[in-house]
């Protein structure tokens, strides 16, 4: 069937404020940018920016072609501030007491209705951009050039801290044992590089708040859940060009094929 060509010449161009801010974002998560509004806001003109949308296809493979590329989903609705993630991130890295590689933030908004407190788990970001590795005089910090995984090489640390600083995330500390910094590195040489298929943290959340995978795998759960356009995804901070690749979204139950896959994944 062939539809005749909108004339949007002979309509009259009404104001972007007709679309709502959700809906603007799904177009832009899907590489389309509204351009005319028309019809009070039934029509819309759109034109293709999917080369500027961040975790796109292209942009991956392309420029970031790490396989697997790990990535993180957390899904802040569902943290309940338990802090299992973070006894089980503390026992399987040999984390001390004073030292983190992640932790969860407290939000309270007062005059929100009904739940007024929201918990929000953060963690090394493994930019594709890293600051930190950009600051290290030594190289100590680095990109791994096969998952994308910022690691650390103690040995090579000097403990000047300067990746401390650099690091848009607060997601480093200084080791007193190591006499170097430490950070999350997704769990690589604990339990990722034994066969394992899940960080201790999303292993043990009881929510499924966390959601770890390979977001270059069209069939992974991370990317799926990144190119989704029913729920919006955002990153922490993206004016500091980092481009993490930790996402976080709003989300309030687990799914079915959710439930399965960690259950398998266990």
Not at 195 to 215: N, V
Not at 223 to 242: A, C, F
């Amino acid at each position: 069937m062939k539809f005749p060509k909108m004339d949007f010449e002979g309509l009259k161009k009404e104001s972007p404020a007709l679309i709502s801010s959700q809906e603007r974002r799904n177009f832009l998560k899907m590489g389309l940018a509204i351009t005319g509004v028309y019809a009070g806001g039934q029509i819309l003109s759109v034109v293709s920016r999917v080369n500027e949308v961040y975790a796109s296809t292209t942009e991956f493979l392309k420029k970031y072609p790490y396989k697997p590329h790990y990535s993180m989903v957390v899904r802040q609705g569902l943290c309940i501030d338990c802090e299992q993630c973070i006894s089980a991130c503390k026992e399987t890295n040999n984390v001390p007491d004073y030292g983190y590689r992640t932790r969860i933030l407290t939000k309270v908004v007062t005059d929100a209705i009904g739940r007024q407190r929201e918990f929000i788990p953060t963690l090394c970001n493994h930019c594709n951009e890293p600051p930190c590795t950009r600051a290290c005089p030594t190289k100590a910090t680095y990109k791994n050039k096969v998952n994308g995984i910022v690691m650390m090489e103690s040995k090579k640390c000097i403990g000047c801290k300067m990746c401390v600083l650099a690091c848009p995330y607060e997601a480093r500390y200084f080791n007193d044992e190591k006499r170097a910094i430490d950070k999350c590195n997704f769990c690589y040489d604990t339990r990722i590089s034994k066969g394992e298929k899940l960080t201790a943290c999303s292993y043990i959340c009881p929510t499924g708040a966390r959601i770890f995978g390979d977001i270059s795998n069209p069939d992974n759960v991370v990317y799926k859940m990144v190119h989704q356009i029913e729920k919006q995804v955002w990153v922490l901070r993206p004016e500091s060009g980092s481009k993490p690749n930790v996402f976080y979204m709003k989300a309030t139950r687990s799914s079915p094929w959710e439930l399965r896959r960690q259950a398998d994944a266990r």
